[in-house]
């Protein structure tokens, strides 16, 4: 069965509508300039849910910080971290997944510096956000993904993707595709998710997974 994170928490009250669905992770954001900029406290939720935090060029000390503070359990580095950085975050205990960003090609010899020193890949639509831009990248590019690393699709995917997500779970291209990333497809406004798509999503997902 497929995985899904859901990202861009923001408001307690909505986190934990949102982790009564039980996500495998849901994810915060660490990041001034995101409209999803996470400040708040966490809510107690379903300890089996992996509480991940989403980083951009920080520093190991801030990382660590918030990772102590809110008892994260995943890393997702959404910026340009080197593979030596990721291997420093590797020894902390925590799953740390690095993100590429996809345009309209995607050079995979950029990742085979990371192979050894990362949990996950995340392949995300490249755009004028750090993520979040609600745009979906041509998924047939990953029929040339040369490594068995587990990985995390997004960008963009929503309702709407339900079709194409059948297709792609059937394809070759998703042999190695770990969990399926939602946010701002999924949203009432930044950072406020929409329990009800939420439900039919998952509800649909595990339908054609």
Known sequence: MMKIKICGMKYPKNIKSVAA???DYLGFIFYTKSKRNFEEEIPQIYEK???TGVFVNDTLDFILEKVKR???????LHGDESANFCKQMQKNNVEVIKVFSVGETFDFSLIMAYE????????DTKGKERGGNGVVFNWELLIDYPSTKPYFLSGGIGLESILDLKTFINSKASKYCYAIDINSKFEIEPGLKDIKKLIKFKQNLERVS
């Open 21 to 23: 669905l039980q996500p």
């Open 49 to 51: 849910i992996k509480k």
């Open 70 to 76: 809110y008892q994260l359990k995943a890393v997702q």
């Open 116 to 123: 050894n020193v990362c949990d996950y890949f995340l392949f």
